[in-house]
């Protein structure tokens, strides 16, 4: 009997251990590295004009829709993380209608750090409309972001696509680390 309840309390520690872990969010910053936009095959409809700024290298710089961004239009993006001398694909890539990326990717995993910006957020950010947006002084928290990149050294390739025609995007590199507390 006794050892029974033992077992039984060593499984219930062992199961609020593991919920515990579940939980904790990993505390992430960005070093952006390099920002190189992408121009369209045919024409630019988005341009990425932006450029990294002093010693913290913060993104600076305008987007430039030159047309509404709606779901006849696609953003593809993915992850890639450099190890072992080389750049291995992580498991987020998507392809998805712009609204359905702007609900899912920009809402979740950037829009919190466009905290001086004119950039639509939450129902607003679809379509995308035609303007220019401005973001200053951008440095990412990451927090959410262990799912699908790496610690160490990043890239992100984000494209605008029609018919698999590119029509703007950019490459980025940039190392993730842990926050300082």
Known sequence: ???????????????????????????????????????????????FNLR??????????????????????????????????EWKASPMAVRLKVCAFMDRIYGKYWESSLKDSNMPIGKEACPFKKGEYHIKNVEFHADNWATYAKRGQNMIELRILKNNITYGGFVSTGFLIDRNI
Do not use: C, P
């Open 1 to 47: 009997m006794r050892n029974e309840m033992s077992l039984k309390f060593l499984k219930s520690l062992l199961f609020l251990a593991i919920a515990i872990v579940g939980f904790v969010r990993a505390m992430y910053d960005v070093r952006i590295e390099t920002f190189t936009k992408i121009k369209g095959d045919i024409e630019t409809l988005m341009e």
């Open 52 to 85: 990294l700024i002093g010693r913290q290298h913060l993104l600076n710089g305008t987007i430039v829709n030159h047309v509404d961004f709606d779901d006849t239009f696609e953003i593809f993006s993915h992850v890639e993380s450099f190890v072992n001398g």
